[in-house]
């Protein structure tokens, strides 16, 4: 069964950066294209950011483009999302998810906090 792990999330201020990573197990992580995904109070996930298996295509919510930078490493099993000029609506839960197919994981959330 496959397994997606958070970290990197925390309190910044305004104009911080942070960087999120996503550790995949008990799948072939390169099969999967992965996502970010995030939720506010009050408010439903929306997506962030996605990645291609190979890394070659990404894509961004026009809310972040620029300023937030999706990537992979598939020898570590890892997705990342760089997060650069953060703001305080950028507060959220950042999850991951790994997709295929029919199949897909989600990560348990990592709480993502920008103070103004």
């Known amino acids: 069964q496959g397994q997606l792990v958070e970290s990197g999330g925390g309190l910044v201020q305004s104009g911080g950066s942070l960087r999120l990573s996503c550790a995949a197990s008990g799948f072939t992580f390169s099969n999967y294209g992965m996502s970010w995904y995030r939720q506010a109070p009050g408010k439903e996930r929306e997506l962030v950011a996605s990645?291609?298996?190979?890394?070659?295509?990404?894509n961004y919510a026009d809310s972040v483009k620029g300023r937030f930078t999706i990537s992979r490493d598939n020898a570590k099993n890892t997705v990342y999302l760089q997060m650069n000029s953060l703001k305080p609506e950028d507060t959220a839960v950042y999850y991951c998810?790994?997709?295929?197919?029919?199949?897909?994981?989600w990560g348990q959330g990592t709480q993502v906090t920008v103070s103004s």
């Open positions: 990645i291609s298996g190979t890394g070659s295509s990404t």
């Open positions: 998810r790994g997709v295929r197919i029919m199949t897909n994981y």
